[in-house]
Nanobody, 119 residues
Framework: QVTLVESGGGLVQAGGSLRLSCAAS????????MGWYRQAPGKQRELVAA???????NIADSVKGRFTISRDNAKNTVYLQMNSLKPEDTAVYYC?????????????WGQGTQVTVSS
């Protein structure tokens, strides 16, 4: 059993900041890439940012320069620091992780955390 638990969402005014956290727990051999996706009403889920186990990052152009992704491998946790938030950043944010258990790799998802940016 593997669980991803997210925290840190909420309501913030435009220009403000939020920090999302996602901790993986359970029994597994290793965590590969971890990342954050978001889904706004009526839109498809999209990648926001991802980080590999050795720290390589991939940031969506729409948030580049405003959002930073990082991870603490010792805590099996990934963070998303969101600065200069805009109303168009409003969405449900989902944590994602590629995890190897018993020799098999698969993706896991968190339950989602709402981020609302008011203008």
């Amino acid at each position: 059993q593997v669980t991803l638990v997210e925290s840190g969402g909420g309501l913030v005014q435009a220009g403000g900041s939020l920090r999302l956290s996602c901790a993986a727990s359970g029994s597994f051999f290793s965590i590969n890439a971890m990342g954050w996706y978001r889904q706004a009403p009526g839109k498809q889920r999209e990648l926001v940012a991802a980080v590999t186990s050795n720290g390589g990052t991939n940031i969506a152009d729409s948030v580049k320069g405003r959002f930073t992704i990082s991870r603490d491998n010792a805590k099996n946790t990934v963070y998303l620091q969101m600065n200069s938030l805009k109303p168009e950043d409003t969405a449900v944010y989902y944590c994602n992780a590629g995890i190897t258990r018993w020799g098999q790799w698969r993706e896991y998802w968190g339950q989602g955390t709402q981020v609302t940016v008011s203008s």
